[in-house]
């Protein structure tokens, strides 16, 4: 059995014609945007693994978690092209908007788990871990217009220190 609290940030890029800076609505070509969506969230996820060996061994398992947004926001640039009689002009925008309203407040979902860890002193173990994530459910608001589920893949090494 294992718990975790994890700082998270998941990121997407959009460079496409948009009315949007953090999702791609070719419905309204109003303009040309090339920004990064981040999403920050603190998730605790829960897992039950399964070992493969005493001292040093492989694991893999298979759990949930829970997400709680901490900040939302879309950053880049936007262009914007209008032409009138002789004239063409591009105005180009620094975007840094805050989106949080755009989302939910938090999420859920489950993940799988993948590693292998070996003593480094008496209690004391070095660990290398994947895992991938994926929620359950849209995480966009408007849920009429977009579906936007997050996934992750995510590969880390760390030190595990029991408290038992």
Do not use: C
């Not at 893999?60 to 002789?86: C, E, K, P």
């Not at 003593?119 to 070095?126: A, D, R």
């Not at 966009?140 to 997050?150: G, H, M, P, S």
């Amino acid at each position: 059995f294992e718990a975790d609290l994890l700082y998270q940030r998941n990121s997407y890029w959009i460079k496409d014609s948009s009315s949007s800076y953090f999702y791609a609505d070719t419905s309204q070509n109003m303009f040309y945007t090339e920004t990064r969506t981040d999403l920050d969230y603190l998730s605790i996820p829960v897992l039950l693994n399964f070992r493969f060996g005493k001292k040093e061994g492989f694991y893999a398992g298979i759990g949930m978690f829970v997400s709680v947004q901490l900040n939302a926001r879309a950053v880049g640039n936007s262009y914007y092209t209008s032409s009138y009689d002789n004239i063409l002009r591009t105005d180009k925008y620094h975007v840094y908007n805050s989106i949080e309203g755009n989302f939910y407040d938090y999420y859920a979902g489950w993940l799988l788990n993948i590693g292998f860890d070996t003593p480094l002193f008496k209690k004391i173990e070095l660990d290398f871990n994947l895992r991938y994530n994926a929620s359950f459910v849209n995480i966009y608001k408007n849920e009429d217009d977009y579906l936007i589920k997050l996934k992750s893949l995510n590969l880390s090494a760390g030190i595990i220190i029991p408290i038992i």
